[in-house]
Nanobody
Framework: QVQLVESGGGLVQAGGSRRLSCVAS????????MAWFRQAPGTEREFIVG????????EYLDSVKGRFTISRGNAKNTIDLQMNNLKPEDTAVYFC????????????????WGQGTQVTVSS
């Protein structure tokens, strides 16, 4: 079973920045896709951004375009999420997800999930 570990969450003021990282325990077989989702209290988990590992194709939620950037890490099966100009509505638990076989905006594409990291944006 692949483990995903997120890091980088915390408290930040509105307009500030935060960088999240996700590391998969499998460092030999390449993931097809990796992504970030988030879930605020009382809401469903939503797709924010994903990346196709081999070719770098990305997909973003409209509300984060221009503010969030996903990138592949130096090590296999690692991704980062740079979040700039954060807003109170970005407050949520952020989850890393990964799949050996697919890439898309639906959670159904992903086989492995991290425990989540809390990001709180104060106004």
């Amino acid at each position: 079973q692949v483990q995903l570990v997120e890091s980088g969450g915390g408290l930040v003021q509105a307009g500030g920045s935060r960088r999240l990282s996700c590391v998969a325990s499998d460092r030999t077989r390449s993931m097809y896709g990796m992504a970030w989702f988030r879930q605020a209290p009382g809401t469903e988990r939503e797709f924010i951004v994903g990346i196709s590992w081999n070719d770098g194709i990305t997909e973003y939620l409209d509300s984060v375009k221009g503010r969030f950037t996903i990138s592949r890490g130096n090590a296999k099966n690692t991704i980062d999420l740079q979040m700039n100009n954060l807003k109170p509505e970005d407050t949520a638990v952020y989850f890393c997800a990964a799949s050996y076989s697919g890439f898309g905006t639906s959670s159904a594409w992903y086989d492995f999930w991290g425990q989540g990291t809390q990001v709180t944006v104060s106004s």
